[in-house]
């Protein structure tokens, strides 16, 4: 397991923010924080505090497992769910256009 000091989780954070198509600007202004901390997160600069990482996890329907996925023993396929996390807010026309594609490539 890696060391607590080398546990960078921004990237992750990153994803999972532009996956529910928020800015860096709508992400800090949702969880009430400033917009240069949401960058410092992301670039690794800053550790959010538990408060923050549960304001995220609330936010976009996740679990702290998620986030720290890498670190974990326990391992669940969950990495796909949070890229995934903008498929509800599509339209109709969308929705159906992706599942089909699904289905083409599951038959290939």
């Given amino acids: 397991m890696k060391r607590a000091s080398s546990i960078k989780i921004g990237k992750v954070i990153q994803e999972i923010r532009k ?21 410092d997160i992301e670039q690794d600069r800053a550790n959010p505090s538990y408060e923050i990482l549960i304001r995220i996890c609330n936010l976009y329907g996740i679990g ?30 969308d929705k159906e256009t992706i599942e089909n594609l699904i289905m083409y490539f599951n038959k290939r």
């Fill in 19 to 39: 996956s529910n198509g928020d800015t860096q600007e709508k992400l800090a202004e949702k969880i009430e924080v400033s917009v240069r901390y949401i960058s």
């Fill in 64 to 93: 702290m497992n998620q986030i720290f996925n890498e670190y974990l023993k326990v391992k669940e396929n969950k990495t796909l769910e949070y890229k995934l996390a903008g498929y509800e807010k599509l339209n109709k026309k």
